[in-house]
């Protein structure tokens, strides 16, 4: 847990860090519906052409967000039409949120993670990057989503749950 005032200058910090990593225009997102995850996968894969394009959302089962430079999630986009997605969504964005091209932003924010002083929660923590039950939250750029992975939806949880009971 941090304080407000600290959690607002780090908002801050956070959006400003990642508009500045990736120009406006030089990024995307698109949402891809009603395809499995390791095609949307292996479409990025073969769309990348040298450029940055990875699933980094997933929301829910047939539905995955896709971000990176603007040129391959296109590519990507039309890619997994092609392999028979419902539909592939760009996504009104300023910045390709949780991709690689995030990694200058994520060590900025580092160094201002690094400043702030961390409590433990007073109830436990469930983060989406790898749905794991938290006793501490630790400072970390990690868990700011900035360039990872994040997974939002049920199945991720249920499947982490249900190996624990």
């Not at 060590?107 to 794991?132: Q, S």
């Amino acid at each position: 847990m941090i304080d407000f005032a600290d959690a607002v200058r780090l908002v801050e910090m956070r959006g400003k860090f990642m508009q500045e990593a990736v120009p406006e225009g030089t990024g995307a997102m698109a949402a891809i519906i009603g395809l499995d995850d390791a095609s949307i996968a292996k479409a990025c894969e073969e769309a990348a052409e040298g450029q940055v394009v990875s699933p980094v959302n997933f929301n829910s089962p047939g539905q995955v967000v896709i971000a990176g430079h603007k040129e391959a999630v296109e590519r990507a986009g039309a890619a997994c039409k092609a392999a028979g997605a419902k539909r592939a969504l760009p996504l009104p964005v300023s910045v390709p949120s949780h991709c690689a091209l995030m990694k200058p932003a994520a060590d900025k924010l580092a160094v201002e993670l690094a400043k702030i002083t961390f409590n433990a929660p007073t109830v436990p923590v469930v983060n989406n990057v790898d749905v794991k039950c938290e006793p501490m939250v630790m400072p970390s750029v990690t868990h700011w989503y900035v360039s990872c992975i994040t997974r939002f939806s049920g199945r991720s949880l249920l499947n982490t749950w249900q190996r624990k009971a």
